[in-house]
């Protein structure tokens, strides 16, 4: 029929207009690049040739107060320990987990910007989230036969991950609040204190805030920021 050959010409010249913006846009891309970077193949990100592949900061990566990622998130210990048991128990599948692992931690850590720069946690890691879940669930598997009762085994774990809970509750609290550093070093010392005796008093009011005046807010959270930067990258 007249009308069904004509919407099938529509769609064909249609497709093929897809297909010619789809093709199009890698040229798109290198133009902006070559406006906003002067060159063509720059990504405004540190270059891989200026990378510390000789002296990565491996230790820092983990332990540094400056968004280390087992100081920030330490049930991420567990996990790891859970990859390297997966990785005895399931060789076939565990040891291209760890490997995989392994190799974007030294990755990461030969990055110059390695902390993250500005972000809760290490959020370079994030990409490795499903290999944390099955690290940590084999880990928690083990810890669980070392029990008896199941209801004792319940409980324990509970408890324990309930701390952690609490520990990046209330480390989200204060990076979000601004009472540690949103770029840079954070001290340890002030941190379990903040934990301790300022979170208690300041989440209430705090959340307080966010739903009866959370335009104020947001616009003191912002300011916090923008001061913190200021701070960190001072203009002449």
């Known amino acids: 029929m007249p009308g069904i050959e004509i919407n099938r010409i529509e769609c064909a010249q249609a497709n093929g207009y897809s297909e010619i913006s789809k093709s199009m846009l890698p040229a798109l891309e290198l133009l902006i690049r070559y406006y906003v970077y002067a060159s063509a193949f ?12 000789f002296s990565p900061a491996l230790l820092q990566v983990l332990f ?11 049930i ?4 790891i320990i859970g990859l390297f048991l997966f990785s005895r128990r399931e060789p076939a599948v565990g040891i291209p987990f760890l490997a995989a692992f392994l190799a974007f931690y030294i990755f990461i850590a030969c990055y110059p910007d390695w902390a993250g720069i500005s ?6 890691f994030i990409s490795l ?6 690290g940590l669930s084999l880990f928690l598997h083990r810890a ?3 029990f008896r009762s199941r209801p004792a085994t319940f409980a324990t774990i509970s408890a324990v991950l309930a701390l952690f809970v609490l520990w990046n509750a209330g480390l989200m609290f204060q990076w979000g609040s601004h009472l540690v550093p949103a770029r840079g070093p954070a001290s340890l010392s002030q941190t379990i204190h903040n934990h301790f005796f300022v ?3 300041q989440f209430t ?30 203009t002449n």
Not at 76 to 79: D, E, Q, Y
Not at 207 to 227: A, N, P, S, V
């Open 42 to 53: 720059e990504s405004g990100y540190i270059s891989i040739r200026n990378w510390s592949w």
């Open 64 to 74: 540094a107060s400056n968004h280390g990622l087992l100081l920030w998130t330490p």
């Open 144 to 146: 669980a036969e070392m």
């Open 199 to 201: 979170v208690p008093r």
């Open 119 to 124: 972000s809760f946690g290490h959020r370079l």
């Open 76 to 79: 991420l210990l567990f996990t």
């Open 205 to 234: 009011d705090r959340l307080r805030t966010y739903f009866f005046r959370g335009r104020k807010l947001m616009q003191q959270i912002e300011k916090g920021d923008i001061e913190q930067l200021n701070k960190s990258y001072p």
């Open 129 to 134: 989230i499903p290999l944390f879940i099955v």
